[in-house]
């Protein structure tokens, strides 16, 4: 049995088969998950998980060299963008905004989609991998 770390089996899976530039989103529970993605559904009820709690403790298992988010996060959501650059501060964590749209396509190229109970609009992020060693 595991000691430390993300318990969920599907997630820890997921991040120990990711190599550089290998991305993932987590997502509201609202977010389409295409056909062609792993869906990894936490979602209990409205709420639950929350977004920033599942998108920290993926982040402290995870090397992170960039972030994608939707544009109208910026007016939409500004607590969650907020609590998303105090999570991220001082890492050195590229930060790339796109339309909405573009996001869910993008998604496509995901290894998966953490899908989380959050109900509040536009708390979706992709996480793309970056290198653990010089």
């Known amino acids: ?59 402290e298992d995870m090397k992170v060299e960039k972030i994608v988010l939707a544009e109208e996060i910026k007016t939409q959501n500004p607590a969650v963008l907020k609590a998303i650059e105090d999570l991220f501060a001082g890492q050195n964590v590229e930060t790339e905004f796109v339309p909405h749209s573009e996001l869910k396509e993008q998604t496509k190229e995901c290894k998966a989609v953490i899908r989380t109970g959050e109900t509040t609009p536009y708390a979706n992020i992709i996480l793309q991998s970056g290198c653990i060693f010089a």
């Open 1 to 59: 049995m595991k000691k430390a770390g993300i318990l969920n089996s599907d997630i820890s899976r997921v991040l120990s088969y990711l190599g550089h530039t290998d991305r993932i989103c987590i997502g509201d529970c609202g977010l389409p998950i295409p056909d062609c993605t792993e869906r990894i559904d936490l979602a209990l009820c409205f709420g639950e998980p929350g977004f920033i709690r599942t998108l920290s403790v993926v982040a």
